[in-house]
């Protein structure tokens, strides 16, 4: 423990312990998210709908009781969505069916970042032959209609698990972000310190992951956003069209059951058709708003204007 001792007395005295260098850097971190108000609610709202979400479904009952005269029941302050077409309630089916539409987006949008960030930073450091190669195979996939193939996809392939999704997803939604980054890494490699660490032969590996991509954190997280989002949409459009199994519960299986059952034409029935649309429009949009926080904290000039 570090001592001092006073001038005019014999008397040692304890210096106060140093502030934990993790709880200083949570409390920045906090206050740079507070500063767009916007984007500090989107945050809130996010982490609220995942607890809900991932917490939720465990004081909920596996199988929900059915009654036949609740059948397209109309919202009241206990069930605040109503009931579906087998008289079940409607709020406890959109929590239980959040946690996989939340694990297909966050998995699948992983998964393609990764691939595009990887592949198109070697692309665009590299150049030569790799980046031939590497555009010529994001060529082909983009030529590719993804709905086309996930439609073939599905006729052949019983898809029977969210992480199958997030695959299939994942490995569809990487050549266009990878052009991007593939951009964006052409610019940066002329920068004056990627020049110095290539005349140091630092290694390719470490210029890329230690000097390259910390500088497009913000631009990558972004992304990040944007293919979670559209990776959600992407799972909720197959559900709706039919082209996933009808197997467990999520929005989209829901959406498909209140388009197909008829629910429109029951009074009683908005909560239920409305309910997992809006799920995902206010899922969307905290990723949205939260990102925005995140840019500016990644991003200094941002963050200073």
Not at 71 to 85: E, N, R, V, W
Not at 233 to 251: E, F, I, S, T, V
Request: charged content about 15%; hydrophobic content about 55%.
């Amino acid at each position: 423990m570090s001592q001092i001792v006073d001038a005019g007395t014999t008397e040692l005295q304890q210096l106060p312990p140093p502030e934990g260098k993790d709880a200083g850097a949570f409390r920045s971190f906090m206050r740079a998210l507070m500063r767009s108000r916007t984007g500090f609610i989107g945050f809130l709202v996010f982490v609220g709908m995942v607890l809900v979400c991932l917490i939720g479904p465990l004081f909920t009952p596996d199988n929900l009781p059915t009654d036949t005269s609740l059948i397209y029941g109309p919202a009241s302050l206990t069930h605040p969505f109503g009931y579906d077409s087998e008289g079940r309630d409607v709020f406890i089916q959109l929590i239980d069916g959040g946690r996989a539409v939340i694990l297909v987006g966050f998995l699948a949008a992983l998964l393609s970042t990764v691939i595009a960030v990887v592949f198109g930073a070697l692309a665009a450091y590299l150049g030569g032959r790799v980046d031939s190669i590497i555009v010529a195979a994001t060529d082909i996939v983009l030529t590719v209609p993804s709905i086309i193939l996930l439609a073939v996809l599905a006729a052949f392939y019983r898809v029977g698990s969210a992480v199958t999704l997030a695959i299939i997803l994942g490995v569809l939604g990487w050549p266009g972000l990878l052009r991007a980054v593939r951009a964006q890494v052409f610019s940066l490699r002329q920068r004056e310190y990627i020049e110095a660490a290539r005349l140091l032969d630092l290694g390719t590996t470490r210029i890329v992951i230690r000097e390259i991509l910390p500088n497009m954190a913000s631009f990558i997280l972004m992304n990040f956003v944007i293919g979670m989002t559209n990776a959600i949409y992407a799972m909720a459009g197959l559900y709706l069209l039919g082209l996933a199994p009808m197997q467990g519960g999520n929005w989209g299986i829901m959406i498909n059951f209140a388009w197909t059952r008829g629910a429109i034409f029951f009074d009683g029935s908005l909560g239920y058709i409305l309910g997992p649309v809006l799920a995902i429009c206010i899922l969307q949009l905290s990723l949205v708003t939260m990102a925005r926080s995140f840019e500016e904290i990644l991003n200094p000039r941002l963050r200073h204007n």
